[in-house]
């Protein structure tokens, strides 16, 4: 659904080993090659006559080759070509229902009242300062506040919240060092907040409409335009 994601991802990991290279040894080229035992049969009754199909088995056995290998081929060509943030859509109770109420401090002074944002689109990313797909993630936050600002009131609004064991000196560290930051930061260092949503894992971001009801979960580091993409598909919908 998404470029999907910074997602995705990725989106945040989603097979493959070649398939195993089909038929025998030299024998089932049917080139007279190595016929050990001076013509005595390699396991298909060919027998001292290399040539023979045997009644067709060999054309099915290279017809059969070759489909495996232009499939396998072709997985390899998708997955080479994959982005690794799919934006992973994940289930949760939650989605087509009221978001929880939060109500919680900013870190540079205010207060969050997600029931008080109805009327906008939110997104809701859980932050942890040292978490490591976070950091590499954060880039993409970055260009979706952009892009997302750049839209007007047709825009979400973003909102980092900042998750344990975190504290203020790090998590100002971490946008110091990163940049971005320039959208609302939310303390939630009691995990209050990451409970009420059922959080297992940072980063999560979650989208929550204009009336206030939870779209969508991601579980992957998103990709701007993949979350940028799915948003515009979630406000058509609703329009009709």
Request: charged share 25%; net charge negative.
């Amino acid at each position: 659904m998404s470029e999907l994601i910074d997602r995705t991802s990725p989106a945040d990991g989603v097979l493959d080993e070649p398939a195993a290279r089909p038929g025998g040894g030299d024998g089932d080229r049917g080139d007279g090659g190595d016929r050990r035992g001076g013509g005595g049969g390699d396991g298909h009754g060919d027998g001292a006559n290399p040539d023979r199909t045997d009644g067709g088995r060999f054309p099915i056995a290279a017809v059969a080759a070759g489909v495996v290998a232009v499939v396998v081929a072709v997985m390899f060509f998708v997955l080479a070509g994959a982005d690794p943030r799919t934006d992973d859509e994940a289930s949760s109770p939650l989605v087509g229902k009221p978001a929880p109420e939060v109500q919680a401090e900013l870190i540079d002074g205010g207060v969050f009242d997600l029931a008080r944002r109805r009327g906008s689109w939110v997104v809701l990313n859980f932050f942890q300062s040292t978490c490591v797909p976070c950091m590499r993630e954060h880039p993409q936050l970055v260009e979706l506040a952009e892009q997302q600002r750049a839209l007007g009131t047709d825009g979400a609004e973003l909102y980092t919240i900042a998750s344990p064991p975190d504290d203020d000196d790090a998590v100002r560290t971490f946008f110091d060092t990163y940049g971005g930051g320039d959208w609302p930061i939310v303390r939630d260092y009691q995990g209050t907040i990451g409970v009420k949503f059922g959080v297992s894992k940072y980063p999560e971001t979650w989208i929550i409409d204009d009336h206030g009801v939870v779209r969508q979960r991601l579980i992957s580091e998103i990709a701007a335009d993949g979350v940028s993409s799915l948003i515009r598909q979630l406000q058509e919908l609703d329009a009709g």
